[in-house]
């Protein structure tokens, strides 16, 4: 398992978690998972997304991340 902290501010968080599937073989489970913090440094909102990828679609992903944000 990969864990992740992304971005870590006083009132946002980011965290990637990655895990292998037992089926089908060669797939990884990402699950991002956002979270917003009030003043108080309390969770008040948090969502979370959920994606099954092979190593091929990984490898786009970080390519088109990689090159979207220049």
Excluded at 50 to 69: H, S
Aim: charged content about 25%.
């Amino acid at each position: 398992m990969i864990e992740q902290l992304i971005t870590d501010k006083a009132d946002w968080k980011l965290k990637l978690k990655v895990n292998d599937c037992l089926k089908p073989h060669g797939v990884k489970h990402l699950m991002f998972t956002g979270e917003q913090y009030n003043d108080k440094g309390e969770i008040i909102n948090s969502s979370t997304y959920d994606f099954f990828l092979n190593k091929e679609e990984i490898a786009t992903l970080w390519t088109t991340l990689a090159n979207g944000v220049r």
